[in-house]
């Protein structure tokens, strides 16, 4: 798996200010997110996207922010602390296992998988552990690279989604790259 993951270091060029002009956190994930809300973003990194996500969540909210990496944690830790925002994001190491999120079976508001569902190798296990953490009719943002994914690829991703329980809903307004906005329903 190391090998499909984006090295560390390359979570430095990702957190650059600079990425706003062309893929701006509020405008992408303002839609779908409240105040008061519990997040899951798997795939967290340094931040890029968690830090804007406390912020619309408050301090009433929870992001529960994953990653594979230590590294990307304890950026994401520094970064957090530095911002004011550590008691709102709650950091989880992946393990080999799976997400790790049983415990949230049925108690998230949304979730976000931005430019990382590539990197994993049992895209079924990883949506039906979505799944099972997403309250009933609550969305999961689902967002890949043009660059590292072709149509095709994305498409069997979202087959993959689909045959777990999701259901694809149309997008009121276009954000960057490939996207699925999924809802979970009763099986």
């Not at 090295?7 to 893929?23: A, D, M, Q, S, T």
């Not at 340094?46 to 594979?68: E, S, W």
């Not at 009933?136 to 329980?165: C, I, N, R, T, Y």
Request: aromatic letters at 8%; one cysteine or more; proline letters at 5%.
């Amino acid at each position: 798996m190391a090998d499909r993951v984006c090295p560390h270091w390359v979570g430095y060029l990702l957190i650059n200010p600079l990425r706003k002009l062309f893929e701006n956190p509020n405008k992408i994930l303002r839609p779908f997110v409240q105040e008061g809300m519990t997040v899951l973003e798997p795939g967290c990194g340094m931040g890029y996207f968690t830090l804007p996500l406390a912020r619309m969540v408050g301090p009433k909210g929870r992001i529960v922010a994953l990653d594979i990496q230590p590294k990307m944690l304890t950026a994401l830790r520094r970064r957090a602390q530095r911002a004011g925002l550590l008691d709102i994001i709650e950091l989880r190491h992946i393990e080999d296992d799976g997400l790790g999120v049983k415990d949230l079976s049925g108690k998230v508001d949304f979730a976000a998988a931005l430019h990382v569902v590539h990197e994993v190798p049992g895209q079924s296990s990883f949506f039906t552990e979505v799944w099972q953490a997403l309250k009933q009719g609550s969305k999961f943002l689902f967002v890949e690279p043009k660059g590292h994914v072709s149509q095709d690829q994305f498409a069997e991703s979202v087959a993959v989604a689909e045959k777990v329980g999701f259901v694809s809903e149309a997008l009121s307004k276009k954000v960057g790259g490939r996207v699925a906005l999924l809802i979970k329903k009763t099986k």
